[in-house]
């Protein structure tokens, strides 16, 4: 893992990293709700018993491009193979049914010189072809275009001209799939999102006089995420009025944004939060609710545009309950240096205890009083900075 070698810090996890989970904590992580998504960002879905499986077929391309790479590269080596044999069957049958493989034919191309009454010189299909081999090798020089010089297509069989035709666009057409469905791989979207990140537990404290959930995300590329958007959602089990029984209903959660929508600035780690309000599904959440055995899991996207590719990415992470802290807030990991903003990753995923109420946002709402025992500035929270001022000029005294 990057993390052990020192280039990422533990404090973060990268959005498709694999999550790294001791043997020892292997059994107690099947007590824990399961997740919808996980901290990588791969989806926890099983699809069973699809039954028209041909759907998949009729969307070859894509079908390919979701292979793995072991698959996908041997599919790229036998479709090129198999195109080779094939029409180095047709090319021997070629030569067969003209008579090029007949001994007898053979002699009479190099018949003896001066003899008298010498056959005609005879043509073939294709100079050269002596079995199935030299069809073989054939084949693949008409294929990849490699014409050693040994071997060419005469105009003695029209048939052949034909199959010459036939055998360069269907290389042609091979060539095309097979390099754009490696290309596509390559430059998979999700490729980009391996450096979002998001920071490893979310947080709920007071900002404003009011609880918020709170998490932090940031890029560590230099290349931007143009008309970035972030959302977040909560998954959890409900039941309607009816009695249906919902096993994973989504519920957006309205994000504060003094620019207006959910659209980001991403250049340097942001801290997106949720003002919990009466309208907020995390409404009746208290600390009592923050545990692993609690059904909720709150899933955050974001998605925007590689500036350098052009390519729409998308980063997908998730909090479970008992991965979100009460009474904490991130430390600041922007500084001005040297005339520029310089940001310490190694405090990316850093917080510290803030005094927040142990209560949820209604009865915090219900109850002004709560915060009146609330202190607004605690101590050791906010690092206050001395600054020594030194007199430009100093006053003495003349002697009279």
């Not at 090029?100 to 008298?116: C, F, I, M, N, Y």
Request: charged share 20%.
């Amino acid at each position: 893992m990057l993390s052990r070698k020192g280039i990422i810090p533990e404090e973060y996890v990268l959005t498709r990293l694999a999550e790294d989970v001791p043997d020892h904590a292997r059994y107690r992580a099947r007590e824990r709700r399961a997740r919808f998504v996980g901290k990588n960002g791969a989806c926890n879905v099983a699809h069973k018993n699809i039954r028209e499986q041909g759907r998949f077929l009729q969307d070859v391309f894509t079908t390919l491009v979701d292979l793995k790479w072991p698959h996908t590269l041997l599919i790229f080596t036998m479709s090129f193979l198999c195109s080779w044999l094939l029409f180095g069957m047709v090319w021997w049958l070629i030569a067969f049914a003209h008579g090029d493989l007949d001994h007898s034919t053979r002699l009479q191309r190099d018949p003896g010189e001066g003899a008298v009454g010498a056959p005609a010189s005879f043509v073939p299909c294709v100079t050269s072809i002596h079995s199935f081999t030299s069809a073989f090798l054939f084949s693949i020089e008409v294929q990849v275009t490699i014409g050693f010089g040994g071997r060419m297509v005469t105009e003695e069989c029209p048939a052949a001209i034909l199959v010459l035709i036939v055998q360069n666009i269907v290389g042609l057409v091979i060539n095309a799939i097979m390099l754009g469905c490696i290309f596509m791989k390559t430059s998979q979207a999700h490729r980009r999102a391996e450096t979002l990140i998001f920071s490893k537990h979310a947080v709920i404290a007071l900002r404003e006089g009011k609880l918020c959930f709170m998490l932090r995300v940031g890029d560590l590329r230099k290349s931007m995420i143009i008309s970035a958007t972030i959302r977040m959602q909560v998954v959890k089990k409900t039941t309607s009025l009816e009695g249906e029984v919902v096993p994973l209903n989504q519920i957006d959660i309205q994000m504060e944004n003094p620019v207006g929508g959910n659209s980001i600035f991403l250049v340097s780690p942001l801290i997106i939060y949720h003002v919990i309000d009466k309208n907020s599904p995390l409404y009746d959440i208290s600390p009592l609710n923050l545990h692993h055995h609690e059904d909720l899991e709150i899933i955050v996207i974001l998605e925007g545009v590689v500036e350098t590719t052009g390519i729409t990415t998308q980063a997908r992470t998730s909090y479970l309950a008992d991965e979100i802290l009460w009474g904490q807030r991130f430390v600041p990991i922007v500084a001005e240096e040297d005339g520029r903003y310089s940001v310490d990753y190694s405090k990316f995923g850093n917080t510290v205890k803030v005094p927040t109420p142990s209560c949820t946002a209604r009865q915090l709402e219900e109850d002004k009083s709560i915060m009146d025992t609330m202190p607004l500035s605690p101590k050791g929270t906010i690092r206050k900075r001395s600054v020594k001022l030194k007199p430009k000029f100093t006053i003495s005294d003349e002697a009279s």
